[in-house]
C-alpha cells in the first residue's frame, strides 16, 4: 500500500513543480489584500516562483529526498526503503539537495560584473568556468527575459 502511495505523491510533485505558476496564483500569494507597494509585490512573487523552481531543478532522487524529509517529515530509514539506497546514501542525497540549492541561491544573487570577470578570466587561461560561474548566466537570462519591455 505504501508504494502506490508515494508514486502517486512523486507524480504530483512532479507536475505541480514543473508546471509554471500562474500570475493570478502568484497574485493572491503574494500579495492578497492588495495594499502593498508594486516593489514589495514583485519581489514577493519572484521568492515564490524561486521557492517552486530551485527545488524542481534538482535531480529527481536529491528532489524525492528532500522533499520526502523536510516536507513529509519522513526518516531516513523510510526514504532509503523507498529510494532503494542506504541510509547513508539517503542522507548524502539530502545534504547534496541542500547544497544545491544554496549554490543556486548564490549564483543567482551573484554580481554580474564579478561573473563577466570570471568568464574573461578562464577564456584568456583557456580553462574551464567554475560551477558557480556556469549556473549565473541561466538565472540572468529568466531575469533578462522578464525585465525584457512588452511588445
Known amino acids: 500500500m505504501r508504494s502506490p502511495r508515494n508514486r502517486s505523491i512523486d507524480a504530483l510533485r512532479r507536475r505541480v513543480s514543473s508546471t509554471a505558476l500562474s500570475d493570478d496564483i502568484v497574485q493572491q500569494v503574494a500579495d492578497p489584500v492588495g495594499r502593498h507597494e508594486p516593489e514589495i509585490v514583485m519581489s514577493r512573487r519572484r521568492r515564490?516562483?524561486?521557492?517552486?523552481?530551485?527545488?524542481?531543478?534538482?535531480?529527481?532522487?536529491?528532489?524525492?529526498?528532500?522533499?520526502g524529509r523536510e516536507l513529509d517529515g519522513r526518516s531516513?530509514?523510510?526514504?532509503?526503503a523507498e529510494l532503494a539506497l542506504s541510509e547513508g546514501a539517503t542522507k548524502m542525497l539530502v545534504v547534496r539537495a541542500r547544497e544545491n540549492l544554496v549554490k543556486s541561491r548564490e549564483a543567482r544573487d551573484a554580481d554580474c560584473d564579478d561573473v563577466r570577470v570570471a568568464l574573461e578570466d578562464a577564456h584568456q587561461r583557456g580553462v574551464r568556468t567554475t560551477?558557480?560561474?556556469?549556473r549565473h548566466p541561466a538565472d540572468v537570462r529568466r531575469v533578462r527575459r522578464l525585465q525584457a519591455p512588452g511588445p
Open 48 to 67: 515564490l516562483r524561486t521557492l517552486v523552481r530551485d527545488p524542481a531543478e534538482l535531480p529527481d532522487s536529491q528532489r524525492t529526498a528532500l522533499l
Open 76 to 80: 531516513y530509514s523510510s526514504l532509503a
Open 131 to 134: 560551477e558557480h560561474v556556469r
